[in-house]
């Protein structure tokens, strides 16, 4: 079974940066796809930014140009590198990994439901 701990979250103000990571268990993997989604208080879960494992990486429109999602799989570890970020962006983000089932992340930040694992996620707050 895939473990996965997110950090990197906290208060951060209109403009700065975060980066977040999401460390895993059980890994490597042949194939696999992990990625970010976010929850915002009364709202639904949504995608962020996914990973494959071949490398191909995609972005939410929302953080396109502001947000960058890496991986080092030495250290079994996925970034999300978030810039210049807004009040919109607030929000407890998880991180998701499928290891069984691989689809495109592309497919992933469409259906969060499809994920295998997450992680417990980690408070994201953006203030003005």
């Known amino acids: 079974e895939v473990q996965l701990v997110e950090s990197g979250g906290g208060l951060v103000q209109a403009g700065g940066s975060l980066r977040l990571s999401c460390t895993s268990s059980g890994f490597p993997f042949a194939d696999y796809a992990v990625g970010w989604f976010r929850q915002a208080p009364g709202k639904e879960r949504e995608g962020v930014s996914c990973?494959?494992?071949?490398?191909?990486?995609y972005y939410a429109d929302s953080v396109k140009g502001r947000f960058t999602i890496s991986s080092d799989s030495a250290k079994n570890t996925v970034y999300l590198q978030m810039d210049s970020l807004e009040p919109e962006d607030t929000a407890v983000y998880y991180c998701g990994a499928s290891v069984n089932v691989v689809f495109s992340g592309a497919y992933y930040l469409e259906n969060y439901g499809a994920m295998e694992s997450w992680g417990k996620g980690t408070l994201v707050t953006v203030s003005s």
């Open positions: 990973i494959n494992s071949d490398g191909r990486s």
